[in-house]
């Protein structure tokens, strides 16, 4: 009885599987008074059907029975994925070499021989139920640490992508801020310059207007003047330089803003913030990758605000719209029409108002291989130095901290469509 506490189980199953019934008996008192259960078994046939309804934890087989013998039931039990792990031990007679062989060859773990000895079977079949159980036991624990090693490849994804992002946030927070006071002073020069420019326009009218007159000292020299250096000319292009550094700056402007809105990287907390604004200003840093030949087409919602953190949506859709970026320039040839089209609405569903972002691109598209992987962390198809599999295993575990789902479907060589929903959520303490 000791081994059968040490492992827990109480009353193991033993199938006694022989033709002669007074083989059948005698092991059955043998392991019955040690506490194990017993199926008493006449017949192959019935051996596997009784198996297949109730699992016996061991067998003992009998090699010679009339109809289907020992290694035939043996090969049926073994290829049952069922009853593949049921440890077999022959019986026999008297075993030949040749049986001895084959009994393991075919899958037995062990072989016990008339006349039977109680301590031998006990002692085997002891043995034979504690390493089944070891095995059991074994895979379950690497089952169990497979899931741990799934889940830790998960977080240290997270981590190097929050560390790499949070990094980023405080890099490009940092060059918003030293970038936005020279910014106001280029921005006020400009506008400073446009406004002398217009005295200067009356001036240069005014001379013309004097060389006219017919009694004005010096009038040759402001002929000359004026030939030489087309003050007309001048002003053309004095405006075209204002104009053109005033567009630069209004750009500059732009991107800092883009920047600051981006770099909520670090700004957990959960708020209540312009969805379209952060989707824009995830667009304008990419704005040199998709340069013109990637057309951006907004269909926006009428709503703007939602409750979530801010940072980590800039996220999701900086690695959605890169990755849609990517998809189009890795076509084999590029058409007038590739664009990224985002689309927002608002939709009511289970009666509560949900937030819907859709994504769409002209891009490669993906295979349904690809699909079922796609929110594995580190799964990639794209060259060393280029992807490194985390952009969507990160935004999915975003988009799930928001309590929302993130659907994809998608072709190959028609373009992907990704749809994010977020619920609505009401924050103690926080407002519009
Ligand atoms: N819009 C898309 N179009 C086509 N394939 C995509 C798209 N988005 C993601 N994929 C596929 O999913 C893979 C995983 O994406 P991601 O997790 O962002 O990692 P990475 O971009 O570093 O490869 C990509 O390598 C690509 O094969
Ligand atoms: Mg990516």
Known sequence: MGFIKEYGKKNSIIMIVDDNPAHVQLLSAILQEEGYEIYPV????????????????????????????????????????????????????????????????????????????????????????????????????????????????????????????????????????????????????????????????????????????PNLEGKEKLQEWIEKNQPADLLETINELVKNACFGAERVSEIVQGLRIFSRLDEAEIKRIDLHENIDSALLLLRNRYKEIIKIIKNYGPFTTWFCQPGKLNQVFMNLFSNSIDAIFSKKELTQNENITITTRIEERDSSPWAIIEISDTGIGMSDNVIKHLFQPFFTTKDVGKGVGLGLAIAHGIILDHRGTIEVKSSLNKGSFFRILLPHREFKGEGE
């Open 42 to 213: 006449l017949n192959g046939k019935i051996a596997l059907e009784t198996g297949q309804l109730h699992p016996p934890d061991l067998i003992l087989l009998d090699i010679n029975m009339s109809e289907m013998n020992g290694f035939e039931v043996c090969k049926a039990f073994k290829s049952d994925l069922r009853l593949v792990e049921i440890p077999i031990i022959f019986i026999s007679a008297a075993v030949e070499t040749a049986d001895k062989l084959k009994a393991f060859q075919e899958g037995g773990v062990d072989y016990i021989t008339e006349p039977f000895q109680p301590l031998e079977v006990l002692a085997r079949v002891k043995t034979h139920l504690s390493l089944a159980n070891a095995k059991t036991e074994l895979r379950a624990n690497n089952e169990a640490l497979e899931t741990i090693m799934e889940k830790l490849n998960l977080a240290q994804s997270h981590l190097i992508q929050s560390e790499k992002m949070s990094t980023l946030g405080l890099l490009t927070a940092g060059i918003a801020h030293e970038l936005n006071n020279p910014l106001n002073f280029i921005s006020g020069s400009v506008q400073g310059l446009r406004k002398t420019v217009s005295p200067i326009e009356k001036l240069i009218k005014l001379c013309e207007f004097l060389l006219h007159s």
